[in-house]
Each structure stands twice: as structure tokens, then as C-alpha cells.
């Protein structure tokens, strides 16, 4: 099956500070891939579409200036949060499309102190 | 709107069958998926099938969709102590490669020995 992978897989940061992680689909292309927060016990919310050589679709809610996307490549896609506060502490999964089926990354779990 | 339902706990005895219901909405969803999430870990695909089966079996997997009803269940059978963890259930409206995956809040499986 396809792999996706995330790095860092965790980080632990000072408030004010940004930090971003990596999303890539290492045996396939991507054009298309999703960034999901979930919070502890809790199902994943959707944060935005990463589209590969165009801007981010954001969801309702979803700060486009505090979570900056880029899909620079049909492999990778980056998630930076800017300026991170203790509330962005949260479980951070990427995945991406291929086929019918999407395939998840193994999360990065942030912790704003 | 779209919503996928599930039900929060299940917890069986080592050794008996599970089933893990699920409800949709959007009876556009040409796929449906079974996903599995372990503690601190990312998302890993189960299984899925497509609208027009009823039944698709895979090892101790079992899905059987209900498409009147907009009803997906997985049965585990034989389930061990290794099958712990979170199910989640998602669909894919309208089957658009750019379309992110509608997830339910995820049913936790506890087995006891």
C-alpha cells in the first residue's frame, strides 16, 4: 500500500514561536493532500486541503494566517503553525489521496509550553 | 448535511466476534471506509468497499453495507487483546480526488482477556 510519512513526529516548543511540520507521500504522487487535528479522545477535524502549485482550501474556522500550508511538490506539503500558543497543542495527521483510497501519516504531536 | 455516526464504546471478551455500526448521510458516497487508530499513532486503512457490494470479506474483516439504510458495520472476528483501539468509520462524498474523507467520531474497542 501507499506510505505517507510526517516529520517531526513530535515537538515540544516555546509559546510565540513557529513550527512546522512535513507531510510526504513517498511511493506516489500527490496532488491533493489533507491536514487533520485531533484533539485527545476526540475524531479528526479537517483543517484544510493542501493543493499541490496552488493556495490552501481552509475550513470554516481554520486560521489561514496562523496554519501557513505550502504544497510545494507532488510529494510534500508543510504545515507551519506561526507563532504557537499552549491551545495549538494538539495531534497533527496529514494524509493524502491515491486511488480511492487516502492514506494517513503517523502524526506529529506538538506541545506549546 | 454530511455526518457519519458511530457509537462511542465497544468492549468484548478476548476470543468472541465484534461489530462496529455505522450511519451515514450522503448516500452519494461511492466508498466507505474502516479505519483503525492505536494509542499515539496515525490512521491505518482496515479495509473499504465500494456502494455497489454489500459484503466484502478480508481475513478476520467483515463489512456489510446496508445502502437503503445508509448502514455500514465491520465484524471482527476471533478478536485479541492486538485489536484494541479506535475504528473509525468514514465515507467519501461524491468520490472526488480533491474531496477529503467525512470520518464519524470514532467507536474505541476494548478487549479483555
Known amino acids: 500500500g501507499a506510505v505517507v510519512s510526517q516529520h517531526p513526529s513530535w515537538v515540544i516548543c516555546k509559546s510565540g514561536t513557529s513550527v512546522k511540520i512535513e507531510c510526504r507521500s513517498l511511493?506516489?504522487?500527490?496532488?491533493?493532500m489533507f491536514w487533520y487535528r485531533q484533539f485527545p479522545k476526540k475524531s479528526l477535524m479537517l483543517m484544510a486541503t493542501?493543493?499541490?502549485?496552488?493556495?490552501?482550501?481552509?475550513e470554516q474556522g481554520v486560521e489561514k494566517d496562523k496554519f501557513l500550508i505550502n504544497h510545494a511538490s507532488l510529494t510534500l506539503s508543510t504545515l507551519t503553525v506561526t507563532s504557537a500558543h499552549p491551545e495549538d497543542s494538539s495531534f497533527y495527521i496529514c494524509?493524502?489521496?491515491?486511488?480511492?483510497?487516502?492514506?494517513f501519516g503517523p502524526g506529529t504531536r506538538l506541545l506549546v509550553l | 448535511g454530511e455526518d457519519v455516526e458511530q457509537s462511542l464504546f465497544l468492549s468484548v471478551r478476548e476470543g468472541d466476534s465484534s461489530v462496529i455500526n455505522c450511519t451515514y448521510t450522503d448516500s452519494s458516497s461511492t466508498y466507505l471506509y474502516w479505519y483503525k487508530q492505536e494509542p499515539g499513532a496515525g490512521l491505518q486503512l482496515l479495509t473499504y468497499?465500494?456502494?455497489?457490494?454489500d459484503m466484502k470479506q478480508d481475513q478476520r474483516l467483515t463489512v456489510l453495507l446496508n445502502k437503503k439504510d445508509k448502514h455500514l458495520s465491520l465484524r471482527i472476528a476471533d478478536t485479541q487483546t492486538g485489536d484494541s483501539a479506535i475504528y473509525f468509520c468514514?465515507?467519501?462524498?461524491?468520490?472526488?480526488?480533491?474531496?477529503?474523507?467525512?470520518f464519524g467520531k470514532g467507536t474505541t474497542l476494548s478487549v479483555s482477556s
Open positions: 511511493d506516489f504522487q500527490a496532488t491533493t
Open positions: 494524509s493524502a489521496r491515491w486511488g480511492e483510497t487516502q492514506y
Open positions: 468497499i465500494f456502494s455497489n457490494m
Open positions: 468514514a465515507e467519501s462524498p461524491l468520490n472526488q480526488a480533491g474531496t477529503a474523507l467525512i
Open positions: 493542501s493543493n499541490e502549485g496552488s493556495k490552501a482550501t481552509y
